[in-house]
């Protein structure tokens, strides 16, 4: 009897539970806070001085649980915790814009080490990358082209600007595959985040969870995960063999 390809559980089980029959890759839905930026610790500072100073009680920690949400919900879900009524409009305006503030005033935020690699590697296996991100911030969107040279169309994102509703909605990687011109069967997502994990599975694109921070591996099985990577670097070094057998693997 022949050897399964690497990754064959995970990849039937994807194959059964959303009813394909097979999966050919042509697109990968790329996040970007956490997964191609080492970005988090930044954002989870900047949130956690803007909220604090509402008169809000949070933690560093939670706004990690928070990532991939638009801020504007984020801000929205915490009043309603914190003051009982929801934010508005314009409190979701200032406040996001105080917050991108206080995320420049800190250190210079650099790519997640092996993100080069991991999308160089798509790249070459002839796969479109669209970047997906629940952020509106331009300081880190437009650094790509300098951090990721030629691998990055600036006509293939999705930012929160796009969408009405962020993650964990499908809808961001929904209009990714829309403007990738692609199918659910033919797409994979990259995610660092629990609520963009959930996105992802329920777009029904396969959805590769990576821990790239403090958050445990066994939140992106519970968000849904297909598979989970315990570094950005381990996911690169195997993403040409799960493309391969996501090719190959098919139910008979
Ligand atoms: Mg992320």
Redesign the pocket.
Known sequence: MNTPLPYSAEILRWLRRNGYDHCSPRAALI?????LYDS?VNHTAAWHRLITETGIHCTREEFYLY??RTGADTINELFKRGKGREATEQEKRDLYQLKTVYFRELPPVHPMPGALEMVTTLQGLGLKRVIVTGSGQSSLIDRIPEDFPGLFSTDLRITSRDVANGKPSPEPYLKAMEMAGVKPWQSIVI???PL?VEAGARSGAFTIGITTGPIPAEEMWNAGADIVFPSMPEFARCAAQLILSLTKIAIS
């Open positions: 996040d970007m806070d956490g997964t988090m990532e991939g995610e660092n985040a963009g």
